[in-house]
C-alpha cells in the first residue's frame, strides 16, 4: 500500500498559514497524505528529532511512523546555516534538510503546521486525511537570540507548567528561555548548604491583589521551588528541543527573600519575604566576605546546573539607601563592584555575566564581555551598543508582556502603557538609530513575561498569547505585514493554540471568565511611561540615545 497520493487541489490550502512565516515559500500542485503506513528515516545524528516528531505526531494522528519511506531528513551544513532548513513536500514524499539538527528541528514546526490543527492534540479525535499542501520551504531566522523571560520567583510556576511553557515556545521556533529564578518575593532554586533559602526565603505570607497603588492583599500563603534535579529536567527537556535555558539569580538588589533568610547577608534588616510588588526593596546584600561566599556558592551551583554560556545577574533597581544606612564610605560605587565580582566568579565556571541595562552606570567595573539585555524603551539596547557591549533587545514598550493588551474596561489588571499585538508585531531589535556596525551587537529579542499579576498558567496564556506569535514572527521572520500576519494567525494558527490547549486572549477583547474585576490595574499612557523612562536612563553611563 502507498503511504501518499496527488491530493485534490482542493483538498489542500495552496498557500500553508505558517507563524512565524518562513523567508521564501513556493506553493506547488496537490500535496502529501500522511497514512499509518508513512515512514520517516534519519541518520543517527537526527534520531533526537525524529523521536521528536513521532512523539509529537504519532498520538493525534495515529501515523507512527516507523523506518521507511516517506518523510527524509538529512543535514547539509554546507548549503545551509545551523538553523536554517529546506523543506521540499511533493506527492511523493518530505524531504526536510537542515544545516544543523537546530535547523532540521525549526523544519519540524513548520512540518508540523502543514497539516491541519488537530494534529497539535495530544490524542486522536477524528479519522480522515492527514494531508499537507505541496510546497517548497526555504527559511532561516532573522536573528540568534529568540528568547521569553518568565518569571517564576513572583508567581511560581509548577515544573509541568514550564515543560509545557518550553513546548509553546518550540513550537513557534524561538530558542531561548531566561528563567528568572529569584526575587524580594520569592527563592525558587535549592542551594546546598543553604537549606533556609528555600524553607524560608520560597514562602510569603500573602500576595498583593492588582496594581500595588490599590494596597489590596489577598491574605494567602504562596510559594514553591525546584529541586536541583527539577531545573536538570527542565534544562534536558529544553535542550531536546533546542531552546537554552538562561538562569537569572537578581543580585545584589531584589534579594529580600534571601536576606529574610539569612539575616546577616543583608545591608539592613528586612521584614520577612517581600509581599508588595514593584518598588524598590531594601533587600540588598551588605559588601562583606559572607555575601560574596554566599554569592560564589550560589552561583557554582548554578552554573553546575545550567550549562548556558550566559549567567543572568540582574545588577537592576539597586538603591544606595540600605549601604549609606550601615555606613559605607561610596555607595554609589558597591553596584559597578558587586557586578565586577560576580563577572569574576562566573569567569571562573567559564560562563559570561548578563546584567540589565542599569549596570552600564558602573562604568569600568563592567566587563567588556558582559551581555547587556535593554529593557528601558531603546535606550540601554542604544548605549550599550554603541559603548562596545553584545545586546539582547527587550524594551519594555515593545515586549512587555505584563502591560496590558487593550482599552476596555474589563481588560483584567490593566497596567503599564498599551501594548498590543500590532505593537509586539512591530518590534525591531537592531534601532534604526544605531550604524551597521553598532547594530551588528545586538544578538537578537526577548519578550518578557513579568508574573506579579498571573498567579497561573491561564494567566500566563493570556497575557502571552497571541502577542508571542507576533514576537516569534519578528525574531524569526522580521518585518513584515500585520494585516497578512492577522490573516494567517484568524485562519489557521488561533485554531493550533486551541488545540494545544492555550487560553489565549481573544483579539476582540478577554472571554468573561478572563477578566479580573477584583483586582484593579494602575494603566498610563505611552507618553507617561516615556517620561518615565527617560528620566531612568540618565545614569546609563552618560552615554547618548538620539
Known amino acids: 500500500m502507498s503511504s501518499s497520493f496527488v491530493a485534490p487541489v482542493a483538498s489542500v490550502p495552496s498557500v500553508p498559514s505558517v507563524v512565524p512565516r518562513p523567508a521564501r515559500m513556493t506553493p506547488g500542485v496537490g500535496g502529501f497524505v500522511l497514512t499509518p503506513a508513512t515512514g520517516l528515516n534519519a541518520p543517527p545524528e537526527l534520531a533526537g528529532e525524529a523521536a521528536w516528531l513521532r512523539g509529537a505526531l504519532g498520538p493525534a494522528t495515529g501515523c507512527l511512523l516507523p523506518p521507511g519511506p516517506g518523510i527524509e531528513l538529512r543535514l547539509d551544513p554546507e548549503a545551509l546555516p545551523a538553523e536554517g532548513y529546506r523543506l521540499e513536500v511533493t506527492a511523493a514524499g518530505v524531504d526536510l534538510c537542515g544545516g544543523a539538527p537546530a535547523g532540521v528541528f525549526a523544519g519540524l514546526q513548520t512540518l508540523r503546521q502543514l497539516l491541519p490543527a488537530d494534529a497539535f492534540r495530544r490524542g486522536r479525535v477524528r479519522d480522515g486525511v492527514w494531508s499537507m499542501p505541496a510546497c517548497l520551504i526555504e527559511d532561516a531566522p532573522a536573528f540568534g537570540w529568540r528568547g521569553v523571560m518568565l518569571d517564576v520567583a513572583r508567581h511560581f510556576v509548577p515544573k509541568q507548567d514550564v515543560l509545557r511553557f518550553v513546548d509553546l515556545l518550540a513550537a513557534h521556533r524561538l530558542n531561548v528561555l531566561h528563567l528568572h529564578l529569584t526575587d524580594d518575593q ?86 520577612g519575604v517581600r509581599t508588595r510588588w514593584g518598588g524598590l526593596s531594601d533587600g540588598v546584600l551588605a559588601p562583606t566576605e559572607e555575601a560574596l561566599g554566599f554569592c560564589r556558592d550560589v552561583l557554582a551551583e548554578v552554573c553546575a546546573i545550567f550549562p548556558s554560556r550566559y549567567v543572568c545577574v540582574g545588577g537592576d533597581e539597586v538603591p544606595t539607601g540600605p549601604w549609606e544606612r550601615m555606613g559605607h564610605p561610596d555607595p554609589g560605587s558597591l553596584g559597578g563592584w558587586f557586578v565586577a565580582e560576580l563577572a569574576k566568579m562566573l569567569a571562573a565556571h567559564g560562563r559570561v555575566v548578563f546584567g540589565w541595562d542599569e549596570v552600564l552606570a558602573g562604568g569600568d567595573a563592567v566587563p567588556s564581555d558582559a551581555l547587556i539585555g535593554g529593557w528601558r524603551a531603546e535606550h540601554g539596547t542604544i548605549v550599550a551598543a554603541r559603548a562596545g557591549f553584545d545586546v539582547v533587545a527587550c524594551p519594555d514598550m515593545s515586549v512587555y508582556f505584563d502591560y496590558r493588551q487593550g482599552e476596555a474596561a474589563d481588560e483584567p489588571i490593566p497596567v503599564g502603557p498599551l501594548l498590543t499585538l500590532a505593537d509586539v508585531y512591530a518590534f525591531r531589535p537592531v ?88 483586582a484593579p490595574g494602575f494603566p498610563k499612557t505611552r507618553a507617561e511611561r516615556e517620561a518615565e523612562l527617560l528620566e531612568l536612563t540618565e545614569n546609563i553611563r552618560g552615554g547618548t540615545v538620539g
Open 186 to 271: 520569592g527563592w525558587r532554586i535549592e542551594v546546598p548548604g543553604w537549606p533556609r533559602l528555600t524553607s524560608v526565603g520560597a514562602w510569603r505570607t500573602a500576595s498583593m491583589r492588582g496594581a500595588r497603588q490599590h494596597e489590596r492583599f489577598d491574605e494567602k500563603p504562596h510559594g514553591g521551588f525546584y529541586t536541583g534535579d527539577d531545573l536538570r529536567e527542565i534544562v534536558a527537556y529544553a535542550a531536546d528541543r533546542h531552546i537554552t535555558v538562561v538562569p537569572e539569580i537578581d543580585l545584589p538588589a531584589h534579594v529580600q527573600a534571601a536576606v529574610a533568610a539569612y539575616p546577616s547577608l543583608g545591608a539592613v534588616p528586612v521584614d
Open 431 to 518: 534601532p534604526s538609530v544605531l550604524t551597521a556596525e553598532e547594530g551588528a551587537r545586538i544578538l537578537g529579542g526577548q519578550a518578557q513575561i513579568w508574573t506579579e499579576h498571573m498567579d497561573s498558567v491561564r494567566r500566563i496564556d493570556y497575557m502571552a498569547f497571541p502577542r508571542m506569535c507576533a514576537f516569534a514572527e519578528a525574531v524569526w521572520s522580521g518585518p513584515g505585514d500585520f494585516a497578512e500576519f492577522t490573516e494567517r494567525l484568524t485562519s489557521a494558527h488561533l485554531a493550533r493554540l486551541d488545540a494545544l490547549g492555550v487560553e489565549y486572549r481573544p483579539l476582540d477583547g478577554p472571554h468573561p471568565w478572563q477578566t479580573r474585576p477584583d
